[in-house]
């Protein structure tokens, strides 16, 4: 009887530990969720910081691939175009590859052939240089000194005979580059150029089959949005930003001929290629256009007018133009242009730099879409993953808690 009474007198014992059963199940998937996102985050770092030395390793393979790449896409709205008018796929992506291979030899004809005439002539011209630079550097006379061991040594390094400077000759064509470069420089021409046509000629299918082989509408439907935002930024940035840079060239290039200064659409070209560098492409340009004026000018303000002129054409356009027409839809945030930038140009130096910012926004756009890393949630709360512009989605464990907490405390439905 003591027996049945004392297991009579605590029934409701085992109902007493239940909200705190819910709270330690909660507080022990919780501490497993942050594990893992530890671990997810020590992954990523190491990988991040890997990255970088990898691919500057692996540069003569990455380093035209990548080009390749971002070419295409960039020429993917000129393939749906041809599509469209009933042009096929292998046809199509000829006509693209041979489209940009008479753009890029018709850059290389106007700069690089006048500019191998600049580089021959260059130390003929430093006495010239010299008496332009002197009247601003009187006042700094251990500058001056400095200056002019510099440019002796320079004319000393390599003096250019008029025989030497006739026995070589720039690459006229894309063609007689590539049969003067090294072999490995060939064939990462010739890789880039087949990256190029394969992905164009297969862009439809690559397309088609990325977007119907998720296993749901809503992945099918994010695939889709995520493939286009790409194609649709890239190349609305590349060619946006060709139009601006080939205006400011010719004006430049005009601007120049107006003053007597030697081949002006070379000096446009700079100029117009350079700009694809945001904020350090134009200064390298006005410091080229000063060497240009300092060799050309026999007075110092006349010389320096060339890069006055094509540092008033740029604020123009970098300040009215580019923001009109660009608009707010391109906008990108200057502290991630700085970082792209000197991180691709590290790595692959004056190409990465080219290619810093359409890169910025092929991966601004996956993983605005995708989800990027969460630091501060990861520190502070417990997210690891953001979607592109919304905010992290309330902690799950909370939400579990309450739901259970909601169940047992609340009344049924009215009948």
Known sequence: MEREEGAVTHPARPLE????????????????????????????????????FALRAGSPFFLPLTAAIVIAIALVPVLEWLERHRVPAPLAALTCVLLFLVAANAALASIVVPAWGWLSILPERIDNIQSNVKPLIDFYANLESFVNKTIQDLAASRPIRPAEAAAESPPRSILELAATSAPAAFIEMFFAILVIFFFLSGWTRLRRKAITSRHSFGGAMATARVIQDVVDDTSAYLGTITAINVSLGLLVAGALWLIGMPTPLMWGGIVALLNYIPYLGPIFAAMLLALGGLMTYQDVWTALLPAGIMIAFHLIEANLVTPLIVGRRLTINPILILISLSFWGWVWGTPGALMAVPLLIIIQTVLNAAGKPDIAGFLFEHGTLVAGGNPPPPRANFNRVEARETAVDSPGPPV
């Open 17 to 52: 530990p239940l909200v705190p059963a819910v709270a330690t199940e909660a507080e022990a998937e919780d501490r497993r969720d942050r594990l893992l996102a530890a671990l997810t985050l020590m992954i990523g770092a190491g990988l991040f910081l890997a990255l970088p």
